[in-house]
């Protein structure tokens, strides 16, 4: 497991991003002795997956929606 610094993490973030996602998991160590682990979540199919609303709206009644707004612009 990689580990670095706050600064080299500050620095280097889409990096980090990017040795998380292929390694699992980077730990960041502050001066002051904390440690945080920067791991990455699988990403959802669609962007909306996942997220809830008020109104019990099925997923083909959204669909239709966005291909009329786009017909009418």
Known sequence: MLVVTYSEARQNFATIL?????E????VKRADGSV???TPEASAASPFEG???LFDIKH???MQ????SREEN
């Open 36 to 38: 945080f682990r920067i």
């Open 51 to 53: 997220i809830k609303t």
């Open 18 to 22: 990017d040795k998380s996602k292929n």
């Open 65 to 68: 929606a966005l291909r009329e």
């Open 60 to 62: 083909q009644d959204i």
């Open 24 to 27: 699992g998991a980077v730990l």
